[in-house]
């Protein structure tokens, strides 16, 4: 298998936040290989920034007016490779943690809400505070709005959840969580060139789907069945194929076939069931007697 058929396994067998980081990663190769390219052949690159500059998020109420879409396209874009870095760095890792408890839907609703929400909070505070644009009016792009709605979600989501810090020292993950947010509250006044509130305004998203989340509001539904339906449009059709290995031979029934047929598809679209609830919401999610008949179906496979 070579780098190239890897890459697509990978992306395709692996989590939402595996595709995320792709996504990501794929766009900041593509503006970079034309970017050089450019450069190297001495052609003004204009073009290419302009097409960049339509997919960033303005905080300028004509300019946002104007670009919309940016609300959305501007959390698949970045800075520079440090930017990039250290955002799939923390995404990767808050990102399983939030799959395997919540799983993949939820993981791609919250990034991109949690992304929309900071974008909304961004540009609220943005045209509410003078200081912010007192050297004109900021764009933004980057993930970071959406890491921290993932990564305050599965804080909030189990606050007792402990993990080893440079895998030595044994935090709990609400902790260091709850330091990043205080690290962008204090710099709300910095002119830095960061999006604290647009930091904030996601990691506030993550905190308020998980407290509903819990009290059994779950405020992403809609996302989900809308990305479902949308998914579904373009989802061919599967065939199902059965090897069998060894001799063939035909079982004793005491049923008739049809009430035989009858029973075992039952029983095959209970476990398609469990395994779809599993797929939607993580293991977790899963309550006693379903786990216990996944096992036993288990065992006669």
Known sequence: MNLLEQLKYQFKQGGMYIKLIYINVGIFIFFGLF????????????????????????????????????IISYMFLHHNFGHLFWNMIILFFVGR????????????????????????????????????????YPVVLGASASVMAIFSAIAFYNPNREVYLFGTF??????????????????????????????????????????NFKKGKDFSKRFD?????????????????????????????????????EDKNNRQKKVDAILDKIKDSGYESLSKEEKDYLFDASKNI
């Open 35 to 70: 970017t050089t390219l450019f450069k190297l052949m001495l052609w003004n690159t204009w073009q290419i920034d302009t097409f960049k500059n339509v997919l960033i998020l303005y905080t300028e109420p004509y300019e946002l007016f104007t670009h919309p879409w940016g």
């Open 97 to 136: 943690l939030f799959e395997d408890s919540l799983g993949p839907k939820k993981m791609l609703s919250t990034y991109i809400v949690g992304g929309i929400f900071g974008a909304l909070i961004q540009i609220i505070a943005t045209n509410l505070f003078p200081l912010l644009s007192s050297n004109g």
């Open 170 to 211: 044994k935090i709990k993950l609400i902790a260091i969580a709850l330091v990043y947010i205080l690290l962008d509250f204090l710099r709300l006044s910095n002119q830095d060139n960061v999006a604290h509130f647009a930091h904030l305004g996601g990691a506030l998203w993550g905190y308020i789907f998980i407290a």
């Open 225 to 261: 069945k809308w990305m479902s339906f949308l998914k579904g449009i373009f989802k061919r059709n599967k065939i199902k194929i059965v090897y069998s290995k060894g001799k063939k031979t035909t079982p004793k029934r005491t049923k008739s076939d049809y009430n035989y047929n």
